[in-house]
């Protein structure tokens, strides 16, 4: 499955701002999918994961309560939105598909990647 992030931009700390990810190439509904960050010298992070239906959504505890993720499996699209914005969620973030079943969130269990969309949060 290709992957395409969108969305990401320059915002003001507590702004919100929703990110989208456009798959193509594969069934979808068959992915499990999660979003990613990265900041500068720092490893790539777990964000959040959706389930294959939608109806179970897990977070790193850093978002929890600021950040929403959801998909569209129709439109072969999962968003995260993210309100509350803070200088230290600004990153690059990544969209990420995985064939496994299960709360999977290390990035070596996801086989297809997006190209990432840059967030940055002024305080």
């Known amino acids: 499955v290709q992957l395409q992030a969108s969305g990401g931009g320059l915002v003001q700390t507590g702004d919100s701002l929703r990110l989208s990810c456009a798959a193509s190439g594969s069934t979808f509904s068959t992915y499990y999918m999660a979003w990613f960050r990265q900041a500068p010298g720092k490893e790539r992070e777990f964000v959040s994961a959706i389930n294959r239906s939608g109806r179970s959504t897990s977070y790193a505890d850093s978002v929890k309560g600021r950040f929403t993720i959801s998909r569209d499996n129709p439109k072969n699209t999962v968003y995260l939105q993210m309100s509350g914005l803070k200088p230290e969620d600004s990153a690059v973030y990544y969209c990420?598909?995985?064939?496994?079943?299960?709360?999977?969130?290390?990035?070596?269990?996801?086989?297809?990647w997006g190209q990432g969309t840059q967030v940055t949060v002024s305080s």
């Open positions: 990420a598909a995985s064939s496994l079943y299960g709360a999977v969130r290390n990035p070596r269990d996801f086989g297809s």
